[in-house]
């Protein structure tokens, strides 16, 4: 496994303060996440895995600790700074799409690929995604699968080098969840970009390089995994 | 239903910069009903009773001196109920600062029961025809009382046929015929300081004027339902004899026009524009509802499932309209009461009906209500059509795809390649709610028109103040002369130190003859060389006054349907010598603004009357150094009637101009607040049903200023033409207004000036950023981890 060191999150927490209560939702965590990489987080509802996500993605800061990214204190960033990395560096890919409703396949992913400077082909990241047929299709005429292929090949397109997945399969039946997670490593191995799926799944683990165990607000365990397997031979 | 209830409340208060802004164009929308239509009622209740009261005639007939005997004649013609008669003329008074007025003297015999054009005390006592110390007593206008600051028991010195008489002032009196005092239609505005209307005995009247037992004005009441025309005629035939100078029925009185047009204006108004607020709102309360059923259609469907029926759901969701309607009409009869109090002040300030026209109309207020509940209950049962088409089962699963999401743009491939996805995501959005985009585009470009609406009155009245005052009538002074003189009398005038420049004129009452039809009109002969005064073309250029032939008067051309070379009969009704005929081409048509007036050259009408060289009036232009000197001088001349100061005429109407700018600006108030909840209303709703996009598209790495940017997408291509629309529309709107007002005394072109386009369109980009700013706030609390969460 390559160990090219991408991100570095130390000692990282965050408290969310409602009205009166405090919600931990991530105790003080840390976590270093290498290029090229496939790296699960597995934990209940609750545990903190989403929260740990969208503090990788700069959707969110820590309430204390620091995260690291290629020399960028992200903790310290400003929301501009923020926006920025996202644009540049992350790829989200949601449990719910989250498209554009009133944009076709093909606009959804042109939308983003608008943000960079030097987008990926929006049409030969579609026909990657196996959406090339169906590109001048709005959201609401494509299946579920097909909608996360959309949403895929829409994070994509900025080639990231963080692609973020929140609960990728969530809403998909069991084949099409599979042929997902293959696109997902599809994605690594063409575009070296790593991957991080967030995911209450515990099967899916299997594909990781590593896998990070979560449990109520803090990383109980992370495994290397020597052997991943291919998405193809995980069930569930 | 109590739960329901508190639903509804939690609704409300969700939306509830929504709700308050609808409620406010619905109070704007009653508030203008109210005001308008109180102000409309109440001032045409009080001219009706005024007039029944009163007996106001129902034609007048002008003669040169008649004998009392010949009334019972008249009153004798089948379908005459009243008849009569009267002296009146205007005589010039000597005011204690020296300066000139003219009063119109107008006999009434006591008792005033049987009398045509009756009058009621204000205030003091009526006259005595025979006072106890001798002398003559009278009554004036209560405005003229009180611009001159008279007090009961002055004496006011008049001079009748050239003789001067100290006339006792005893009380103040109203009449219907004068409701609008202004001397003729050459003035736009009353001027209460230098015209008046005396009123005295008949018996004194006839002593004054030397007519003993005669009368001058002949007033006629038809009974209801007669043949005017046949009786008009009877009655002329039995006046022939007696020099009858003119005729003419109600409608041309200048008072009752003047009342007429601003009552026809206000009808016009009175429901059209409220109901440009209330039905842009009621379609916006039927747009917001028609969403909200959408989006909580799995809510409708537990709300079934749970056993609530069709129509208490229907209720829960038209409640949300009716509510706003009821605020708005609660909030709209308050200031709707205040408004139309304001509208009774300035009519009281204009119009003198001594029967109150202020007070609370009930009836008014009742049919707003019904009016405003009536609108909501409209948009909300027919917004919620679709709650009967929702059953329980289905309303849980996901909604089949709209059918049409493609844009119209999208037709022009060549334009919708080159767009962006962003531009691309507007136009689609707006072409899946066609219906919003169609009451945004009518509800902004509404807003501007009434923009230009409000401000455009200034711009006409500027226009008509520059034509007149700048280029149609060039003299500081008008004098007219108790009766006709010789040109060369003006050499004392134009001696007084700082007289830069005297024309005489020549004014001639006439009777214009085409194929059977008459009209009276004004013939006024000036120098072809004159500079102190322009007859106009329609477009404003002046027309030179010719040797031979005559400039008519629009209103003579348009009612006998005449134009440029036609010849016409002429008959003079000067009241001195015999009448003359004359037949004259007709030149040109005069526009000129007031007035009404048709033109010859002063050798013309010398030559129309057998004379030469006779004026009955001059124009005066002086050193403006010396206007104070020369104003004294001439005031001290007899046998001038009466001088009438430009300078004087323009400041009176500029200062009643002045009460005219609270409502312009009541009016530019109401077209902002419409315009920006349009456009707040139709940006939030884009904002909330697409508030998780949004997010989203925060995670792809946009900014939240270029989320707001394509929130603007969606609003241009609404805004921009609905901006750009609106100001044509204004202009239509204008002319709607003016037309529905048009009376034909004064001639008012629809004018606005480039500057108030570029205002309203100026105010209309005010509210649309305003409206847009408020709804993008929004965009600062998107919360992007809120898109990991499950959909609703």
Redesign the interface.
Known sequence: MNQDLLMQLKGVSKTYVMGEIRVEALKESSLDIYRGEILVILGPSGSGK?TL??LI?G??RPSNGDIVYKNRHLSQAS??QL??F???E?G?V???Y??????TAE??V???A???KNPLPTREVLSQVGLEQRRDH?P??LSGGEQQRVSIA?AMV?NPTLLLC??PTGALDFQTGISILQLLKQTRDTMGSTVIIVTHNTAIGAMADRLVRMRSGEIAEIIVNESPLPPERIEW | MKVLNRRLLHIIKGSRSQFLGLAVIIAVGISLYIGITTAFFNLSQSQQYFYQENNFADYYFYVVRAPESIIKQVERVPGVSLASGRIQKDVPVWKKDQERATLRLTSYDLPLDKQVNGIELIQGRFFSPYPAGGGIEAMVNPAYFEANGLTFGDTVDIIAENRKYPVKIVGTAAGPEFTYIMKDAANLLPDHETFGIMMLPLNQAQHLFNLPGQFNQLLVQFAPGVDQDRAVQSIKEILTPYGNLASFPRQDQLSHAALEGELEGLEAISLFLPLIFLSIAAAIQFIILRRMIKTQRSQIGIMKALGFDNAQIIFHFSSYAILICTGGALLGIGSGVLMASYFSDLYAMFFNLPRAIGGVNYQVILYSIILSLGLGALAGFSASRPILKISPAESMRPQPPSSSIRSLVEKCNWLWSRLSSSWKMAFRTISRNRFRMLVSILGISSAVALLILSMFTNDAVDYLMDQHFNRESNYDYMLSFNQPIKESELLNISRLEGVELIEGYFTLPIRVYQGGRSEEDVLVGIHPSSTLKHPTREDGTFIPIPQEGMLISRRSAERLGLKVGDTVELETLLGLGPNRYAQLKIVSINYQLFGNESYVSLAQANRIIHESQLITGALIKVDPGRAAGIEKALSDMTGINSIVSRQKERDNILSMMDSMIYMVGVMIIFSVILGFVIVYNSAIMGFNERKRELASLLTLGFTRQEVAGIMWKETIPQALPALVLGLPAGKVLAELYFSSMQFDMWYMPVVIYPLSYALAALGGLVFVLLGQWAASRGIKKLDIIELSKNID
Request: glycine letters at 2%; zero cysteines; aromatic letters at 10%.
């Open positions: 989403s996500l969208n993605g959707m969110d929301d501009q926006t920025q996202r644009r540049h992350i989200f949601f449990q719910f989250n498209l554009i409703s009133d944009l606009e959804n042109a939308l983003a608008e943000l960079v709005f609401s005429q829409r900025k929140d609960e």
